[in-house]
């Protein structure tokens, strides 16, 4: 990674936030930013199949509405309403007592020999978690790395980890841009409490700021 590089930061979780840090002096200072709402843009037939689902029942198609925890649900009941793969009875009967269907999904993909219906369904969201976290990483030009947080990435590590894992694939598959996207590393955020952290740290540069403001009084102007 570049030192001092900027930062990008897509957090999948109950919805996508996106976010990007830029280097200033002796810091970085956050841009946020409302990309998770921004068009989805399919690159298989899958894919395309999951945006015509999505937009039939919302109308329009975000990159929030499929990667996220609402999104995996989605793309779970797409697939399987197209015919991808059958529905074991157990994982159909334990959904239609569930209320976080998210959490039933994930557990389904981490347990030994997961079905072909959920191997599926994660084998698209990391698909498009790569593709997504790869253009803004090209889109901000962040050199110095992308950073997954929220509460999905930290509960798949082991399918991001793969060797030959979607997420890489589509986060690296940039045509002429493919050598510089394979030199931009890629973290997870495991932290439980990251935003509390940042709020903290938002506070205490705000405050050192506020007491240099009124502690210290300017003996004259620089010259323009």
């Known amino acids: 990674p570049e030192k ?17 840090l830029l280097w200033e002096r002796e810091g970085y200072r956050t841009c946020i930013s409302e990309g998770g709402h921004a068009g ?3 690159s298989r037939p899958i894919e395309a199949e999951l945006a015509h689902y999505v937009q039939e029942i919302e109308g329009y198609a ?7 925890g609402m999104g995996l649900p989605t793309i779970y009941k797409c697939l399987k309403e197209g015919g991808h793969a059958e529905e074991p009875a157990r994982l159909r009967e334990q959904l239609a007592t569930a209320e976080d269907h998210t959490t039933v999904l994930v557990q389904a993909a981490l347990s030994p020999a997961p079905c072909e219906l959920i191997d599926l369904t994660f084998t698209v969201f990391t698909s498009i978690l790569g593709s997504q976290a790869g253009n ?43 050598e510089v996207m394979e030199r931009i590393p890629v973290h997870v955020v495991t932290h439980p409490h990251v935003g509390l952290l940042g709020a903290y740290w938002t506070y205490q540069v705000r405050t050192s700021q506020m007491f240099l403001q009124e502690k210290c009084k300017p003996v004259f102007d620089a010259k323009s």
């Open 136 to 178: 803004l990483a090209l889109t901000v030009v962040a050199t110095g790395g992308v950073f997954l947080a929220g509460g999905i990435p930290p509960r798949i590590i082991p399918m991001l980890n793969r060797e030959q894992s979607t997420f890489r694939r589509t986060f690296c598959n940039r045509g002429v841009m493919t």
């Open 40 to 42: 989805f843009s399919s």
């Open 62 to 68: 975000s990159a929030e509405s499929v990667c996220s």
């Open 4 to 20: 001092q590089g900027t930062l990008a930061v897509i957090a999948p979780g109950t919805g996508l936030g996106e976010a990007f």
